[in-house]
């Protein structure tokens, strides 16, 4: 079935340094991948997103690149600052259904 | 511009017993999402509404879960009997329709099964 692994599973980087994550889907109908950013006991809050026909997004410190060839897309943090330490969800939507990958818990090292 | 909204918050219930969770979407989304959040991965999609017609229910186990969205507005999603595997945090999220990409997800419900 359809599936999307997520990479690495936990990250710590050091304050002002850069995070990266990667995420494979398998499903080659998906055109749609969000970012989610999850703090403890709080809901998943988008923080950037990216469609099919574009390679790559960027939002001030945060950005998003899709390789639809190699069906990868990975996140990328800048900066890092203590308030980025959290979980960080990679989804992929094919046919209305979202695959979400299992996370990674980002902490950022003061 | 109001949230999605989902209540209990927190939930204790012992197996074999039964629960039931509410969920109130964004005015005018049509589109309305259940997944299950268990500790330490990400949402599973339990089942999808477009309005009041089920879309996608291939993950939800039917032998104990339903889900209903009558007039195509609240929802509510129950489990009967509770399992010790339930445990988890159920989410709701809606979105403007099924075309539409953008979900957004409310607070959750966290459930104990003991």
């Known amino acids: 079935g359809e599936n999307v692994e997520q990479h690495p599973s936990t990250l710590s980087v050091q304050e002002g340094d850069s995070a990266v994550i990667k995420c494979t889907y398998s499903?080659?109908?998906?055109?749609?991948f969000p970012w989610y950013k999850q703090e403890l006991g709080k809901r998943p809050q988008l923080i950037i997103d990216?469609?099919?026909?574009?390679g790559e997004k960027k939002d001030q410190r945060i950005a998003v690149t899709l390789n639809k060839t190699a069906k990868h897309f990975s996140l990328h943090i800048t900066e890092t600052q203590p308030e980025d330490s959290a979980v960080y969800f990679c989804?992929?939507?094919?046919?209305?259904?979202?695959?979400f990958g299992t996370g990674t818990r980002l902490k950022v090292l003061a | 511009e109001a949230g999605v909204a989902q209540s209990p918050r927190y939930k204790i219930i012992e197996k074999r017993q039964s629960v039931a969770f509410w969920c109130n979407p964004i005015?005018?989304?049509?589109?309305l999402y259940w997944y299950q959040q268990i500790l330490g991965q990400g949402p599973k999609l339990l089942i999808q509404f477009q309005n009041n017609g089920v879309v996608d229910d291939s993950q939800l186990p039917k032998d104990r879960f339903s889900a209903e969205r009558l007039k195509g507005v609240d929802s509510t999603l129950k489990i009967q009997p509770a399992k010790l595997e339930d445990s988890a945090v159920y989410l709701c999220?809606?979105?403007?329709?099924?075309?539409?990409?953008?979900?957004?997800f409310g607070p959750g419900t966290r459930l104990t099964v003991l």
């Open positions: 990216i469609r099919s026909n574009v």
């Open positions: 999220a809606s979105s403007l329709d099924r075309r539409t990409d953008t979900q957004y």
């Open positions: 989804a992929a939507r094919g046919t209305y259904k979202y695959i």
């Open positions: 499903d080659s109908a998906s055109n749609y």
């Open positions: 005015s005018g989304h049509a589109t």
